[in-house]
């Protein structure tokens, strides 16, 4: 009988030529999810009915990084510095958010995950934080992606706070875009100096569901804090699977 549940995390899109086409996931997502007793696998996305039927068999799910969000999904057109997007992965994606919350699964959403579980819910995106916040800090760091670049502040009470066990943290940045309006079921649990949201809890929880904009997957090798998310994270997956 298997004892470990099993970790869906989305994947994002890689198109190398026309015989390397297919989905992608940062190696750190798989070892942060087996360091902490869970079975890491990936969902490609294919359309809307699969990606409900593939996370059907999962006990919990990672939303990971990737494209942004395609603005129609928040009824915006194009900022002029939009990055590539992906129409069929957002749909995927929107359906898995609301999927997850129906049915009680636990979900950590990480990055663009943490949009599109906001745009899930009706909320909208800053298309690009350097030319739409005023004084931002800088949020796509250029040294590597393990290492901590900017602080955040965590909201006293919150799920967060408890899990991080500290109110400042420091994380690292690799995003050019953030939640602009947060959703009416999500509130704000944690934001950057410049004012930008840097993380979200779900309001009405039953489970684990927390939305982070840093990336903890390529931390917690390192930062006890970090490895902490994901333990509890997959803790609360076990729970759902007993
Ligand atoms: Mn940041």
């Known amino acids: 009988m298997r004892k470990k549940p099993i970790i869906g995390i989305t994947g994002a899109y890689v198109k190398h030529n026309n015989y390397m086409e297919g989905v992608y996931v940062h190696h750190d997502y798989h070892k942060s999810v087996a360091a902490n007793g869970g079975i890491p696998i990936i969902l490609p996305f294919l359309n809307k009915e699969m990606s409900v039927e593939m996370f059907s068999i999962c006990d919990g799910i990672i939303l990971s990084g990737g494209e942004d969000v395609d603005p129609q999904f928040y009824g915006q057109d194009p900022h002029p510095h939009l990055g590539p997007t992906i129409a069929e992965r957002d749909r995927a994606e929107i359906a ?12 950590l959403a990480i990055c663009r995950g943490v949009q599109i579980l906001n745009v899930a819910l009706g909320g909208t995106l800053l298309q690009d934080i350097p030319s739409q916040v005023n004084e ?26 408890q899990i991080m066990g500290e109110e400042r943290v420091r ?40 939305g982070v904009q840093w990336h903890p997957e390529s ?18 997956c076990m729970k759902l699977k007993s």
């Open 171 to 210: 994380v690292n940045s690799l995003h050019h875009q953030a939640i602009d309006t947060v959703a009416p079921d999500l509130r704000i649990v944690a934001k950057s100096a410049d004012g930008v949201t840097e993380a979200v809890e779900y309001i009405h929880p039953t489970t684990f569901t927390i």
């Open 219 to 236: 931390m917690s090798s390192t930062t006890p804090q970090m490895n902490n998310l994901f333990g509890q994270f997959i803790q609360s």
């Open 96 to 107: 898995l958010v609301h999927y997850a919350l129906e049915h009680d699964v636990p979900m």
């Open 136 to 161: 931002p800090i800088q949020h796509t760091q250029s040294i590597d992606r393990s290492h901590d670049s900017h602080w955040i502040m965590i909201e006293k009470g919150s799920q967060l706070a």
